[in-house]
């Protein structure tokens, strides 16, 4: 028992002395579990991790203007004025938004005459590859209406005028239908004069009343959209295959320093350049075939057809040489093996996190969704997205692909100037 111990203690002792090994190993897990936790701290707290939408209000008046104060307040939602709804509608195809809101001309005129039989309508472009803030959105608007609905019913005036607008749609109605309803809104005069303010559980004759009517569409389905969920899933697969490649070149680039590998090779005939560009060509015909695989078996299996396979092919080429320069970065930031691992996936974890991967950018804080534009796997998604299903043109695509480049281009630069090519 006493040798186990001691080479227990041993085991402990060597883990103490690499430094790397031992932050990521104690400290790591403390950094992750705050960060997970600024995601949902404002779960209810004032809205910070609300979602960002697009509104256009066409209809611009005091009924349309109203509602959209009430949602400009709501701690869920953070609105975003847009000037028309082409230009809110493109901005959801392209990414950059979840959603925009559209309410329609007639949308105050319908709000301000609910006992006519109105019902305020609008109108919602959603992502496709955002269900879940989909139906988040529509909770949201429904719950907004029916509270805007239930301050009407609870305020005498307001009411007043609903009345009102209600009797002046009856003139071109059938005598019987005015009869009737004439005797309704005379009783409901009644009521209001008697009691100033009606709770929300004795309203039963308005129990029945639609507060909105909402017509959701998805934004990219007017240009064929993605054709199943596979093609909004397999973003995300080919990311996680990037990264697995990025980490097994950069710890074989370690353990090769480590056992000596590299400086035979430096006795060899070859350049530094030569014995690195060597190693990131691996890296690099690895990420395509990996890419090209799992592209293969999305199209055989769950039939995902690239909208344009040529600029399906600029992304991987551009999300390929980012990470092999990303790969070069993180080989130098660890002298073992075991550093190096640690390293290499709690940086690209993190990535993933930023980028989308891991969390939906929806549920971050504001804050931290301006941050993700740092995370080459959000602009890495987004270029096989353009590509696969968004319909992105030429001009579109180079913005991401451009940015996948910059990224790999800087990280390998810094990689190559920082290397070791020895334990010394």
């Known amino acids: 028992m006493k040798i186990i111990w001691t080479l227990a203690i041993k085991d402990l002792r060597l883990l103490l002395r690499d430094r790397a090994a031992f932050f990521f190993t104690f400290f790591f897990p403390i950094l992750y579990a705050s960060f997970f936790g600024a995601i949902f701290s404002g779960a209810g707290n004032g809205g910070s991790n609300a979602i960002a939408v697009l509104l256009v209000d066409e209809d611009r008046t005091q009924g349309s203007r109203e509602f959209v104060s009430l949602l400009e307040a709501a701690e869920e939602l953070r609105v975003i004025p847009a000037d028309d709804k082409q230009t809110a509608r493109e901005s959801v195809r392209r990414g950059s938004r979840v959603a925009y809101i559209a309410l329609p001309e007639g949308f105050g005129e319908a709000r301000n005459s609910i006992f006519a039989g109105q019902t305020p309508r609008l109108e919602i472009g959603v992502d496709p590859a955002r269900k879940a803030e989909s139906g988040m959105l529509q909770g949201i608007l429904t719950k907004y209406a029916a509270a805007a609905m239930q301050q009407t019913l609870q305020d005498p005036e307001l009411m007043k005028g609903q009345l009102e607008n209600a009797r002046e749609s009856l003139q071109d109605a059938p005598p019987a239908l005015q009869l009737a309803l004439n005797g309704f809104y005379g009783q409901l005069d009644t009521l209001f004069a008697a009691q100033q303010e009606v709770e929300a559980d004795d309203q039963g004759g308005f129990a029945g009343f639609q507060p909105l009517e909402i017509d959701s569409v998805a934004v990219t389905t007017e240009r064929r959209g993605p054709q199943n969920a596979y093609v909004i899933s397999f973003p995300q697969g080919i990311i996680w295959g990037l990264l697995g490649c990025v980490s097994g070149f950069a710890i074989s680039l370690v353990i090769e320093r480590q056992k000596g590998t590299l400086v035979r090779l430096r006795c060899a005939p070859l350049s530094r350049m030569q014995i690195l560009a060597g190693k990131a060509l691996g890296c690099l015909m690895a990420i395509l075939a990996v890419s090209a695989g799992l592209l293969i078996l999305a199209r055989l299996i769950f039939d ?121």
């Open 304 to 424: 995902v057809r690239p909208q344009s396979p040529g600029l399906l092919a600029l992304a991987l080429l551009s999300a390929a040489l980012a990470f092999v320069g990303i790969m070069m970065f993180l080989s130098v930031l660890g002298r073992t093996e075991r550093a190096a691992g640690g390293i290499s996936w709690a940086i690209m974890i993190v990535m993933a996190m930023l980028g989308g991967g891991m969390v939906p950018l929806f549920l971050m804080p504001s804050w931290m969704q301006t941050f993700s534009h740092i995370s080459p796997v959000k602009w890495a998604v987004l270029a096989f997205e353009g590509a696969l299903w968004r319909q992105f043109s030429l001009s579109e695509m180079l913005f991401p692909c451009g940015i996948l480049l910059a990224i790999g281009t800087l990280c390998f630069t810094a990689g190559v100037k920082a290397f070791r090519w020895n334990e010394a």
